[in-house]
């Protein structure tokens, strides 16, 4: 796996159990994250002079009860509601603190805990949750029934999966990490930071134009030449040498006209087209198919996948009906949840409420990096773990974005980046131009393109 400072770690339940079981004191413990819940209920609410805690029955009941007297402490009104005692009175408070379920919970909450938390969500007040909404899968992101939908959030020690992944991340709210002094255990998911861009390969005095890396983008049918023109636009941006873009003959002509730097070379019709592919893929470092191609290229997607021996990332209508292979070389698959559903066999709203169990699986199935996009964009490989980027703005939810997020990475693949990392540096590369970029609304998919080289220079 990548070096941790380029990573935060994201807790499932177990292994949150496994970093409280080498504490020696757990009451000790408690009274910490109960203390540390109170310093930032205080620090998210400050003005707030009326508070309701609701306690569940466990260690996250326990801590909302020390957080209730620290609150005491500060001066505050405070009202402790008992939900294994059946209490269900809320009260007129400013904030409500939701210490119901802790990282232990799963599943669907029974119908008296339901009941509560339709009350939480109800209520004018403002929510404020320990360790995670309740309702929501720490280990997962996933909600089965209600959950509660919080203003904000502390999450003790570190953050949990839950707190990232859709659609728990959606109930979290403004999170704040509380350290409680655990060490660090090992997680199979990490959450990607901007100093991941850190470790893209930057141009050495005796490199050339193809050493640099030299990105083969294949799409482009007529009526959809603006696809492939994003992808090359994109690789360059991100530091890619030198850019080909094969595409049929009846495109070029808009092609000529949007690109300029990178070279064109006409696809012939049929099955030359794959033959064509593969002689120019000779060349290149790296190769991103799919873009603008169209459906009813599948036997030239299946030949490319199979016989070029390059890293490859498919996207958009590469994924069309797409089978596993014994390909030769690395595979990098794209999807978002309709994509990634289609592949599946299932809906892209059952992908959605499913999405971290969803990756894992596409990736074993294809036996590749698999790149679910979305708010908390995913990137799992067989048995490598996964790795989270969520560092994005909603703007990039336009056309066209995806087609970057390709060009980016087709150029760390062939700047020699490993799968997964490349995937996941892209990834954050599109995020942070989101950020960089001066427009909030309106932007374009080509705003991300000129914001790029201040992201990683």
């Keep these: 796996m990548p070096e941790l400072e380029q990573f935060e770690p994201l807790y499932t339940a ?56 620290h609150l005491e402490n500060a001066g505050k009104r405070v ?33 008296a805990a339901a009941a509560l938390i339709d009350s ?6 403002r929510v404020f949750a320990i360790d995670l909404p309740s309702g929501v899968d720490a280990s997962t992101g996933e909600v089965a029934g209600v959950a509660v939908r919080a203003d904000a959030t502390v999450t003790l020690h570190a953050r949990k999966v839950g707190l990232v992944v859709a659609p728990g991340r959606f109930h979290a709210g403004v999170v704040y990490l509380a350290d409680i002094g655990l060490e660090h255990v090992p997680t199979e998911a ?51 040498g030198y850019v080909t873009v094969a595409a049929p003959e009846s495109a070029l002509p808009v092609l000529e006209q949007r690109l300029l ?53 498919a996207d958009a209508d590469a994924l069309f009906e797409l089978e596993p292979g014994d ?5 990098v698959l794209t999807p978002h949840e309709g994509e990634l ?24 199935r294809f036996g590749c990096v698999v790149l679910l996009k979305g708010p908390d964009t995913l990137v799992a490989a067989p048995g490598g773990g996964v790795l989270v980027s969520a560092l994005g703005l909603p703007s990039l939810a336009t056309a066209g974005t995806g087609d970057v997020l390709t060009g980016i990475l087709a150029a760390f693949l062939a700047k020699g980046m490993a799968p997964q990392l490349a995937a996941a540096a892209a990834t954050v590369a599109q995020q942070r131009a989101s950020i ?5 609304a309106g932007l374009v998919a080509g705003d991300l393109i000129e914001a790029l080289p201040q992201v990683l220079g």
């Design 341 to 364: 559903g289609r592949l599946l066999g299932r809906s892209s709203k059952e992908v959605a409420a499913h999405r971290l169990t969803s990756v894992r699986e596409a990736a074993a």
């Design 120 to 125: 939480i969500n109800a209520s004018p007040a």
């Design 190 to 240: 990490k959450l990607a930071t901007a100093e991941l861009l850190r470790s893209v390969p930057r141009r050495r005095e005796q490199d050339n134009k193809y050493t640099a890396g030299h990105v083969l983008v294949v799409g482009g049918s007529p009526g959809l030449t603006g696809a492939p023109s994003l992808s090359a636009l994109a690789a360059m941006r991100a530091d890619a």
């Design 436 to 440: 960089v970029a001066p427009q909030r």
């Design 14 to 69: 177990d292994e949150m159990r496994a970093a409280e079981a080498r504490h020696p004191d757990l009451s000790e413990l408690m009274e910490r994250a109960g203390a540390r819940a109170a310093e930032a209920g205080l620090r998210a609410f400050p003005d707030a002079a009326s508070w309701t805690v609701v306690c569940g029955g466990g260690s996250n009941g326990g801590d909302g009860r020390i957080m209730a007297r």
């Design 79 to 111: 009202r402790v509601v008992d939900a294994k005692a059946e209490e269900a009175e809320l009260g007129d408070p400013e904030v409500i603190v939701d210490a119901l379920f802790g990282t232990g919970f799963s599943g669907e909450p029974r119908a």
């Design 327 to 331: 390909w030769p070389a690395p595979r």
């Design 261 to 313: 730097e990178a070279v064109k070379r006409p696809l012939p019709e049929g099955e030359r087209a794959a033959d064509a592919v593969l002689e120019l893929a000779e060349k290149a470092s790296a190769v991103a198919i799919g873009p603008g191609l169209g459906r009813d290229a599948k036997e030239l997607v299946r030949r490319v996948l199979a016989e070029v021996p390059l890293p490859l990332v």
